[in-house]
Structures are given as structure tokens and as C-alpha cells.
């Protein structure tokens, strides 16, 4: 299957495939992947297929192929992320209420979605007064500068890996100094005493896809919640079925080194 896909990506990339031809071959691919999975309709083995997959995150290291990962996209200069991201270069899904919204109203209406409606941290600043946020796996800062930007009485810690992002967290909030901390670590394999029940809310966009060992990682980033502190997580995800991206195949190898894709149930199986 893998053979084929590559076959067919490189024939695509030297113009000798036409869309409606790739798409077919693409939905192919999918379907057969997706009858990998379903073991024949077999529950019980998809069941145990699952919690032998569980078992291996569990034997595993937090995240592999973090050096990959920043090489593939994190540490790519951010100018170039600036010609195809809006104002708050966010990395991660945009909601577009109507086909007219633009990229930067996107941004900022998925951005109230996930800090107001789901996260409800007005509710949080009301309860709190002041309130500080950790944004892990930040990325350029997307959810923290919006928080910097609507609530004043809010500090954010942002955590990344990345230098580029780093500075440009930096560079874009000069004028909410004094009301956030750049950390730049690796959220797998980072613990600072100082951060433990540190926190009155988390948030996590598109990162815990990049990790693999949930006992590890969930059981520390609980550690850094106060008593009653919240955590808000987004991740791309399947309905049904949890695998790794190999690093032969394109998203893998060109995006996404080490990736997980978590299915629904995932975290319930890795909760603290």
C-alpha cells in the first residue's frame, strides 16, 4: 500500500496524474486502510488490536522524533509562515461561519469558540480574579496572544520547542510585558518543580498528537493544575481508530515524524 502511494504522490508531482484521477486512488487508499482496521468487522479484535496499541504508548518514550518534527515545520523561518497564516499565525483549525469570513476573522472567531465557549475562561477570571494560563505546545502563540490581547488579568506561560516561535511570541506581545513567560523546552521530556499545581487553566492545541506516551505525559501536565484548574485540549483525531504515522509514508515523513493519530476514546484509556 505504501509502495503504491509513493508511486502514485510521484506521479502526481511530476504532472502526470490529473486531480479526479488522484482523488479516486486517493479514496482507494483510505477505504483500504480503513478495512485494515475494521479487521472484517471483527470487534473483538479491533478491541484488541487497540489495547495492544495502548500497551506499546505506554512502553514508549513521551514523543520520538521531536528533532524531526521542529526540522519539518517548527523551526521554519516565520516569514514564511506569515505569506499563508493570518495575524495570529495560528497553526491549527480556523472556524469560517460563513464562505465569505475572512482568514483573520477565522482565526479569531475559533479562537473565542475555544477560550470562551469551551473553555469559558471569563467564567474562570470571575471565580479567580487573577489567573494564570499555561499555552503548551504553543506554536506561534496563537491562544495565549488572544488571551493577552481580551483579558487583563490573565498572565500566559507559553511553552515551545522552537526558537523561531519563540521570538516571534516575543517580538508580537512586547506590549503585554510583564503579563507572560517564554519557556522554550520539550513538553515530553520537561518538569520544572516550579510549574507543579502552578496553573489555573491549560491549554493544548494540536500538540498531543506529537507525543506517545500519555501515562507519561498526561500524569505530569495534571501535576501542573492547581486543585481545581481546568485543561481545555484539542487534537485531530479518528472516530475509531488510533495508529502511528510511519515515517515511510508522506505525512510522516515530510510533516508529522513520530505523529499519533488518537482515536476518540484515547485520553479515557490515559487519564491520571
Not at 516550579?194 to 498531543?208: N, Q
Not at 505530569?220 to 485531530?236: F, Y
Amino acid at each position: 500500500m505504501e509502495r503504491l502511494f509513493n508511486t502514485i504522490l510521484a506521479l502526481k508531482e511530476r504532472g502526470l496524474l490529473p486531480d479526479a484521477v488522484m482523488r479516486a486512488l486517493v479514496r482507494l487508499m483510505c477505504a483500504q486502510w480503513v478495512k485494515t482496521f475494521e479487521c472484517g468487522g471483527d470487534l473483538d479484535k479491533q478491541a484488541f488490536y487497540k489495547k495492544k496499541y495502548f500497551e506499546k504508548l505506554r512502553s514508549s518514550a513521551g514523543a520520538l522524533h521531536q528533532d524531526d518534527a521542529n526540522i519539518q515545520h517548527y523551526e521554519v523561518p516565520t516569514d514564511f509562515f506569515h505569506l499563508m497564516l493570518g495575524p495570529y499565525l495560528k497553526y491549527s483549525c480556523c472556524l469560517f461561519p460563513e464562505a465569505s469570513t475572512s482568514l483573520a476573522d477565522a482565526e479569531v472567531a475559533m479562537l473565542h469558540t475555544f477560550i470562551e465557549q469551551r473553555l469559558e475562561l471569563s467564567e474562570v477570571v470571575a471565580a479567580k480574579g487573577q489567573v494564570r494560563m499555561l499555552d503548551l505546545g504553543c506554536g506561534w502563540g496563537s491562544h495565549g496572544s488572544y488571551v493577552l490581547d481580551n483579558y487583563d488579568d490573565v498572565h500566559v506561560t507559553f511553552l515551545s520547542n522552537s526558537a523561531t516561535q519563540q521570538e516571534f511570541i516575543a517580538s508580537r506581545n512586547e506590549r503585554h510585558a510583564g503579563r507572560f513567560t517564554n519557556v522554550k523546552a520539550d513538553a515530553s521530556t520537561f518538569d520544572d518543580p516550579e510549574f507543579r499545581g502552578a496553573f489555573d487553566v491549560i491549554v493544548s492545541c494540536e500538540m498531543l498528537e506529537h507525543m506517545k506516551n500519555y501515562d507519561m505525559v498526561l500524569a505530569k501536565v495534571s501535576s501542573w493544575l492547581n486543585d481545581d484548574g481546568r485543561m481545555m485540549v484539542q487534537i485531530l483525531g479518528n472516530r475509531r481508530f488510533a495508529y502511528d504515522f510511519k515515517t515511510t509514508d508522506w505525512m510522516g515523513k515530510y510533516f508529522f515524524a513520530g505523529g499519533t493519530m488518537p482515536s476518540r476514546d484515547l485520553f479515557e484509556h490515559f487519564l491520571p
